[in-house]
T-cell receptor, first 111, second 118 residues
């Protein structure tokens, strides 16, 4: 099955760019996702990328996918204090619709 | 659109009692809903897949008799934690997949239910 791994913590200064990395094992994942979780809340879908794409940009968010290395990254430009949260990458498992989540990366944005 | 609610948002119960958590899709129909649990500072672990009108599919290691799932309508799934014990204390999150959803298989997440068993 799918296994997804992320670094656990990232600290940046307000206005800098943040890059959160993720690796996955199942190359058959059709879509890969980035979710944001604020304290005590559910998950908010930030963006997703289809497995045949290399890059997707959506306002301040840029997703890069390296299929050969099974590496996914999320870049947040001009990071704001409101971006402080836990970020999860997730891959889909087969045709079941199930999502397999990484451990989550805590992003701390310092003023 | 695509809002998912959970009720209650938090619950405290005594050991040995049962607790029911509801997950509702407010403005769409969901043939499939998923139940996750999340321990502090950890990831979401899928517990089961709930399909409307049929039995839930449980992940390996999840006791189906302890975590009863009912998906009786296209907008409601319930998770009942039976004979709860302190080790069942966790954050339970549901998600719903819209019926006839697009290929990218988006799941919409509820806000979660914090269960504390004393």
């Amino acid at each position: 099955g799918e296994d997804v791994e992320q670094s656990l913590f990232l600290s940046v200064r307000e206005g800098d760019s943040s890059v959160i990395n993720c690796t996955y094992t199942d190359s058959s994942s059709t879509y890969l996702y980035w979710y944001k979780q604020e304290p005590g809340a559910g998950l908010q879908l930030l963006t997703y990328i289809f497995s045949n794409m290399d890059m997707k940009q959506d306002q301040r968010l840029t997703v890069l996918l390296n299929k050969k290395d099974k590496h996914l990254s999320l870049r947040i430009a001009d990071t704001q204090t409101g971006d402080s949260a836990i970020y999860f990458c997730a891959g889909s498992s087969g045709n079941t619709g199930k999502l397999i989540f990484g451990q989550g990366t805590t992003l701390q944005v310092k003023p | 659109g695509a809002v998912v609610s959970q009720h209650p948002s938090w619950v405290i119960c005594k050991s040995g009692t049962s607790v029911k958590i509801e997950c509702r899709s407010l403005d769409f129909q969901a043939t499939t809903m998923f139940w996750y649990r999340q321990f502090p500072k950890q990831s979401l672990m899928l517990m089961a897949t709930s399909n409307e009108g049929s039995k839930a599919t449980y992940e390996q290691g999840v006791e189906k008799d302890k975590f009863l799932i009912n998906h009786a309508s296209l907008t409601l799934s319930t998770l009942t934690v039976t004979s709860a014990h302190p080790e069942d204390s966790s954050f339970y999150i549901c998600s719903a997949r819209r019926t006839g959803t697009s290929a990218h298989n988006e799941q919409f997440f509820g806000p979660g239910t914090r269960l504390t068993v004393l």
